[in-house]
Nanobody, 123 residues
């Protein structure tokens, strides 16, 4: 059974940094492009960043470009999101999932969405 387990979210002040992790089990992680997504209260889930299965190509939404960095370690079946210069509008629940190289989620490819990890940025 495939599982996606996100962690690393917490409350931080604007301008701060966080590193999120997502461990994938039950699937051959290196076969999949991966993405990070976030959902703020009352809003739809949006794409944030994506990374090719080999880790050599990345994509970012305009809202995070230059501040966030996506990376992966295929030996640990883990994808990371380094978030710097955080803003209050970055707050929300962050999820990982299989994705296209333009960041669109591939729902169902790696089972259900995980529980996500909460990020709260205070001004």
């Amino acid at each position: 059974q495939v599982q996606l387990v996100e962690s690393g979210g917490k409350q931080v002040q604007a301008g701060g940094s966080l590193r999120l992790s997502c461990v994938v089990s039950g699937a051959t992680f290196s076969n999949f492009h991966m993405g990070w997504f976030r959902q703020a209260p009352g809003k739809e889930r949006e794409r944030v960043a994506a990374i090719r299965n080999r880790g050599d190509t990345t994509w970012y939404s305009d809202s995070v470009k230059g501040r966030f960095t996506i990376s992966r370690d295929n030996t640990k079946s883990t994808v990371y999101l380094q978030m710097n210069m955080l803003k209050p509008e970055d707050s929300g629940v962050y999820y990982c999932n299989a994705a296209t190289l333009h960041g669109a989620p591939l729902e169902g490819v790696l089972g259900d969405w995980g529980q996500g990890t909460q990020v709260a940025v205070s001004s």
